[in-house]
């Protein structure tokens, strides 16, 4: 049966095959070429990248299709498939010549990351148990750990809108924010409800080893960048990182997707990253709009055995600031303002991101077709692929991960068990 749907699947996406360009111009001549790349591959025809990058609109993946072809890794356009149900903004997974390297964009927000990633592991055209996944993308950044430019390596994705939200304006005057956890009196209070999205680990020691390869990088910056962030020097030492130059830093992603902005909402979601990571410092430095949904699609294939979650990379580049500096309001800053952060951001996701590419690639033999084993916990709040979750209440499945033979209902029983401790409304 798995070989008649992979044909099946194969056959229908094959006549679909095309060349697409960085700016839309399409080319069916490569369509025979595209069916001799599958044939040589193995798996029944699947193609077996050792390297997806992972885009989330266009700017971000256009980095790419214009400069890769100019490292000694390939043209990212050599090869462009179509998969169903992908996007019909960006409906191709495109990759080079001997398909070791390809490149899926997903789309914006949660919704349509979550869509794409899950189609395109689904597809049954890409045999990915061996693939690094590198999600790349720009981000808000706290001036708190980073600046414009910085490049962000994350352990943790938080959701951390997945919350109740009282506008500010109404909530209880001992209230620090608006946002409420789920099933909780008070901010500070971890959720009693749990939906199983709220946290997601990835594998610390890849995270290393990826911030070491990226900071081979020399990294882009411009004197219009470091004129605005010149303004967080009257914030004294707690925006002490944001006047420095880009680099390489360690730091925890938000997933939200509100594109928030100011100091109340991003120290709120600062200390929802640290509360529901349990971590004793703040770690929080990014917020995003797709991380979360990324990983949990890669996980739920990981239980399948579709991809290796140990081999997922969470990448963000500042872009602009989540709070405005002291001197200016929160509408300047998110709307009126150019922070020019934006243009050196896109440009280093590629200067970093292609380092950590090209040492996979050069090493694949060594290190990487083994794989780097995490030595701390990886995936999400309630231990779904095994282990103890080193935050939140602990694993659902008793420590051994979810079982594909099992017939229980762990979600039933875990919301009839919550049953008498909830106040209010249907949560």
Request: charged share 15%; hydrophobic share 40%; glycine share 8%.
């Amino acid at each position: 049966m798995l070989l008649f749907r992979l044909i099946s699947i194969a056959s229908l996406v094959g006549t679909r095959t095309m060349r697409v360009r960085a700016h839309g111009a399409i080319d069916s001549s490569t369509h025979a070429h595209n069916i001799v790349l599958k044939e040589r591959q193995q798996g029944y025809g699947m193609i077996t990248p050792k390297v997806v990058i992972v885009s989330m609109f266009q700017p971000e993946a256009d980095v790419w299709y214009e400069n890769l072809p100019n490292s000694a890794l390939g043209d990212i356009l050599a090869n462009n498939i179509s998969v169903p149900v992908l996007s019909p903004l960006y409906p191709h997974v495109h990759c080079t010549e001997r398909g070791e390297i390809c490149q899926v964009t997903v789309g914006e927000s949660e919704i349509n990351a979550a869509t794409t990633m899950t189609a395109f592991v689904l597809s049954g055209l890409f045999d990915l148990r061996k693939t690094y996944f590198l999600t790349a993308g720009i981000a808000g950044v706290s001036p708190k750990l980073g600046t414009l430019g910085s490049v962000a390596l994350s352990r943790f994705s938080v959701q951390v809108a997945l919350q109740y939200e009282i506008d500010a304006r109404e909530m209880p005057a001992n209230f620090s924010t608006g946002y409420l956890p789920y099933g909780a009196y008070a901010p500070n209070q971890y959720p009693s409800i749990i939906y199983g999205t709220e946290v997601m680990e990835v594998n610390e020691n890849l995270r290393d080893a990826a911030a070491d390869l990226a900071g081979r990088a020399e990294l882009a910056n411009s004197a219009d960048t470091t004129d605005y962030c010149s303004r967080y020097q009257s914030g004294g030492d707690v925006y002490a990182a944001a006047t420095n130059s880009p680099g390489i830093i360690k730091c925890d992603s938000a997933t939200s997707d509100v594109y928030y902005s100011g100091a109340l909402l991003s120290e709120a979601f600062e200390n929802t990253t640290q509360l529901w990571t349990n971590q004793s410092t703040i770690t929080y430095c990014m917020s995003a709009q797709e991380d979360s949904a990324n990983l949990q699609a890669l996980m739920r294939a990981a239980v399948w055995g579709l991809v290796d979650f140990s081999r997922v990379i969470v990448m963000r580049t500042g872009s602009d600031f989540d709070r405005p500096p002291p001197s200016v309001s929160v509408f300047q800053h998110l709307r009126l303002l150019d922070q020019n952060g934006y243009d050196i951001a896109i440009q280093n996701l590629y200067l970093a991101g292609v380092e950590i590419v090209k040492g996979i690639i050069a090493e694949w033999d060594s290190v990487y077709y083994e794989g780097i084993k995490p030595a701390n916990y990886i995936g999400d709040i309630i231990g779904t692929l095994g282990g103890e979750p080193d935050f939140g209440s602990g694993s659902l499945f008793n420590g051994v991960g979810f079982a594909l033979a099992s017939s229980a209902d762990v979600g039933s029983a875990k919301r009839r068990a919550l049953v008498g401790r909830r106040a209010g409304g249907w949560k």
